[in-house]
């Protein structure tokens, strides 16, 4: 049975009400596939043949060096698509390995049932493509923060980046080693670089609020990058 609750909240079916897509879904084919924690549910290099559509808990997305070190490229949580970016052209595969966090629900639809359902319907269509735009986007992004060398500049970007101009704290959603894995570190190297930057005075932690103390500095150190 398909949570037709947490498919409208998908962006890709934004706007998109229970009796809309229950019709819409009646001509195409589409499974719902669960996996429990730790599943494996791509491999970095395999192709894309379904949209996938996360309904319930959440996923991991990761690079495995030659080396065996993890890198965590972000964690996706329902309701979102999965690679929805690689679906068409000529490497079609997943940048990524997708690992399950938790327990899973996956929405799948093979890629030709979902151009008959883009055919079928124009606001399907729109929210597509501006899934596309927003996920090359994020991965631009991405690809500066890992082009960021030493630690201390990574963790400025992450801070100031989550607090924007408004905000002066942050709380983090993340424990200390999935920070490490964001950021492609030891959890060690992490901690104690995060304890220098508050004999610094840059920052003050108090369980999962971080307080910027000198915003100026942190943003010399991304000026610098």
């Not at 490229?73 to 390995?97: H, K, M, Q, Y």
């Not at 609020?209 to 150190?221: A, F, P, Q, S």
């Amino acid at each position: 049975m398909i949570d037709y609750i947490s498919l409208k909240r998908c962006p890709v079916f934004q706007g998109i009400d229970e009796k809309e897509a229950s019709l819409l879904l009646e001509q195409v084919h589409y499974q719902i596939k669960v996996f429990k924690k730790h599943d494996i549910i791509a491999l970095a290099g395999d192709q894309v043949k379904n949209l996938y559509i996360i309904l319930k808990g959440s996923v991991s997305g990761e690079i495995h060096d030659y080396s065996g070190n993890t890198v965590k490229i972000e964690d996706i949580e329902a309701p979102r698509p999965l690679a929805t970016a690689f679906l068409f052209g000529s490497e079609n595969r997943f940048p990524v390995t997708v690992v399950a966090r938790n327990d899973v629900t996956i929405f799948s639809m093979p890629i030709d049932d979902f151009l008959k359902l883009l055919h079928l319907n124009t606001r399907l269509l729109k929210n597509f493509l501006n899934s596309i735009s927003s996920r090359a986007q994020f991965l631009s992004r991405k690809l500066n923060f890992l082009s960021i060398k030493t630690i201390r500049e990574k963790i400025a970007n992450y801070i100031l980046q989550k607090a924007g101009d408004r905000f002066h704290s942050i709380e983090l959603k993340n424990t200390q080693q999935e920070l490490a894995d964001l950021f492609g570190v030891t959890r060690p190297s992490l901690a104690r670089v995060l304890s220098e930057m508050q004999k610094e005075k840059l920052i003050i932690i108090d369980k999962r609020t971080v307080t910027i103390l000198n915003k100026e500095k942190l943003n010399k150190l991304i000026r610098n990058i």
